[in-house]
């Protein structure tokens, strides 16, 4: 169940019209590149919180 989380980082990533504009812009960057940073990121921290959740869940069998 705790892998319904990949579907989180799947659908942010390819949902294009949250992130097709240039505006707001960060320390120079448009919006996209920096959508694009934050979605890897996020994307991160979620396949560890699954590794960890799956991982407990094996040394307990």
């Keep these: 169940?705790?892998?319904?989380l990949f579907l989180?980082?799947?659908a942010?990533?390819?949902?294009?019209p949250a992130f097709n504009r240039i505006n707001p812009t960060f320390f120079g960057f448009?919006?996209?590149?920096w959508y694009q940073?934050?979605?890897v990121l996020i994307a991160s921290v979620l396949i560890w919180?699954?590794?960890k959740v799956e991982?407990?869940?094996a040394a307990r069998k």
Aim: without cysteine; charged residues 15%; positive net charge.
């Design 1 to 4: 169940m705790i892998r319904i």
């Design 8 to 10: 989180i980082v799947f």
């Design 12 to 16: 942010i990533s390819l949902w294009v």
């Design 30 to 33: 448009p919006f996209f590149y």
């Design 37 to 39: 940073i934050l979605v």
């Design 49 to 51: 919180i699954v590794y």
């Design 55 to 57: 991982d407990k869940k």
